[in-house]
T-cell receptor, first 117, second 116 residues
Framework: DSGVTQTPKHLITATGQRVTLRCSPR?????VYWYQQSLDQGLQFLIQ???????AKGNILERFSAQQFPDLHSELNLSSLELGDSALYFC????????????????FGSGTRLTVV | AQSVTQPDIHITVSEGASLELRCNYS??????LFWYVQSPGQGLQLLLK??????LVQGIKGFEAEFKRSQSSFNLRKPSVHWSDAAEYFC??????????????FGKGTKLSVKP
């Protein structure tokens, strides 16, 4: 157990639907990162939050959004789902924007596998 | 743009044989480099990292990696592979500008199979 908890582990939904993926970071970690892993694109950085604030955006579609709550858990919302959104979505955490990464690297959760049918 | 290249998509080695997984990066300054391992159905586990100092880095599970600035490489090695090492291995670098600044840029991964 890495200490980063992601729910649900698996999700099957239809095109056009909306889903929410949840991540609880490791205790004490303030930063949460979301990554998408697909066969064709590999691991792509989506978005980062630090202590409730958005810090960086990567290749995140406009149909996707995220937030980090006061208790530091984060949710990734995916809407108007398309077949191509099927992927493994990872959450990772670190204890700060910079120092945590350089000292520890990210700690990854086990992911949520999203299948859009 | 910054990038990480893992030239080998799939490698098969015999148990007990040595292993080297290749990683090349494009980066202007001194990079922060990582190797992660992903077992089937699992998240990514950090094997080792390089920030500065000694260019030979020791990690968990008997892995090591060597940073070679002249070759822009950070190859992962293990002297004797165990069947439990079968997994996918990812090399990553911390981005230094744009949306990737401070975040990890991953290679496409190398899948390792181990023959008995």
């Amino acid at each position: 157990d890495s200490g980063v908890t992601q729910t649900p582990k698996h999700l099957i939904t239809a095109t056009g639907q909306r889903v929410t993926l949840r991540c609880s970071p490791r205790s004490g970690d303030l930063s949460v990162y979301w990554y998408q892993q697909s066969l064709d694109q590999g691991l792509q950085f989506l978005i980062q939050y630090y202590n409730g604030e958005e810090r960086a955006k990567g290749n995140i579609l406009e149909r996707f959004s995220a937030q980090q709550f006061p208790d530091l858990h984060s949710e990734l919302n995916l809407s108007s789902l398309e077949l191509g959104d099927s992927a493994l979505y990872f959450c990772a955490s670190s204890d700060s924007r910079d120092r945590g990464l350089r000292n520890y690297g990210y700690t990854f959760g086990s992911g949520t596998r999203l299948t859009v049918v | 743009a910054q990038s990480v290249t893992q030239p080998d998509i799939h490698i098969t080695v015999s148990e007990g044989a040595s292993l080297e997984l290749r990683c090349n990066y494009s980066y202007g300054a001194t990079p922060y480099l990582f190797w992660y391992v992903q077992s089937p159905g699992q998240g990514l586990q950090l094997l080792l990292k390089y920030f500065s100092g000694d260019t030979l880095v020791q990690g968990i599970k008997g892995f090591e990696a060597e940073f070679k600035r002249s070759q822009s490489s950070f190859n992962l090695r293990k002297p004797s592979v165990h069947w439990s090492d079968a997994a996918e291995y990812f090399c990553a670098v911390v981005g230094d500008y744009g949306g990737s600044q401070g975040n990890l840029i991953f290679g496409k991964g190398t899948k390792l199979s181990v023959k008995p």
